[in-house]
T-cell receptor
Framework: ETGVTQTPRHLVMGMTNKKSLKCEQHLGHNAMYWYKQSAKKPLELMFVYNFKEQTENNSVPSRFSPECPNSSHLFLHLHTLQPEDSALYLC????????????????FGAGSRLTVL | AQKVTQAQTEISVVEKEDVTLDCVYE???????LFWYKQPPSGELVFLIR??????QNEISGRYSWNFQKSTSSFNFTITASQVVDSAVYFC???????????FGQGTTLQVKP
């Protein structure tokens, strides 16, 4: 079983809905990440949290709002999404995300498949 | 600029064939790390290997082997005697020691037919 658990695995929502994706890691890691995987595109880094502090926002639209209440939990709040936001959203964790942590391996969850109608 | 290129979008082989997945990277850093991940249909990316830029030794793990060539900025992955269970999307990734960011290639979809 993966040490990173994502829920829900599948989500269908309308453009006016508000929903949230949840990620939980059981590995004792201090850094957590959100990635977006769209068809035919490389994985796109969205947000990075290190010790609960956001250290990276990769020019993500404000309709995506992350929340990291502690080092084990990460949320992605979704509001007023567009159909092009349909994708697989992957959560990952690592020991930490400092620049000196290049060797840190990211452990990924199975993803939340989001469809925006 | 950091970049990872996996020129092969899709590869299809018959079981027991050997297959090599190519990965070429660009970086100006002297210290960096290279990774391969496997993404089966279930969705999660599974870590396969990590190499640092100072270690050019090739590595073998069972049917998997990796060829790191700094001279050509390549980090290719070979599966020997492929099996149907090897069918997945494989990602090569580069991590800079300066930025800490993990940059992925586009991925190569490998289909192994029985």
């Amino acid at each position: 079983e993966t040490g990173v658990t994502q829920t829900p695995r599948h989500l269908v929502m309308g453009m006016t809905n508000k929903k949230s994706l949840k990620c939980e890691q059981h590995l004792g890691h201090n850094a957590m990440y959100w990635y977006k995987q769209s068809a035919k595109k490389p994985l796109e880094l969205m947000f990075v949290y290190n010790f609960k502090e956001q250290t990276e926002n990769n020019s993500v639209p404000s309709r995506f709002s992350p929340e990291c209440p502690n080092s084990s939990h990460l949320f992605l709040h979704l509001h007023t999404l567009q159909p092009e936001d349909s994708a697989l959203y992957l959560c990952a964790s690592s020991q930490d995300s400092t620049t000196s942590s290049g060797a840190n391996v990211l452990t990924f969850g199975a993803g939340s498949r989001l469809t925006v109608l | 600029a950091q970049k990872v290129t996996q020129a092969q979008t899709e590869i299809s082989v018959v079981e027991k064939e050997d297959v090599t997945l190519d990965c070429v990277y660009e970086t100006r850093d002297t210290t960096y790390y290279l990774f391969w991940y496997k993404q089966p249909p279930s969705g999660e990316l599974v870590f396969l290997i990590r190499r640092n830029s100072f270690d050019e030794q090739n590595e073998i793990s069972g049917r998997y082997s990796w060829n790191f060539q700094k001279s050509t900025s390549s980090f290719n992955f070979t599966i020997t005697a492929s099996q149907v269970v090897d069918s997945a999307v494989y990602f090569c990734a580069l991590k800079s020691s300066n930025t800490g960011k993990l940059i992925f290639g586009q991925g190569t979809t490998l289909q192994v037919k029985p």
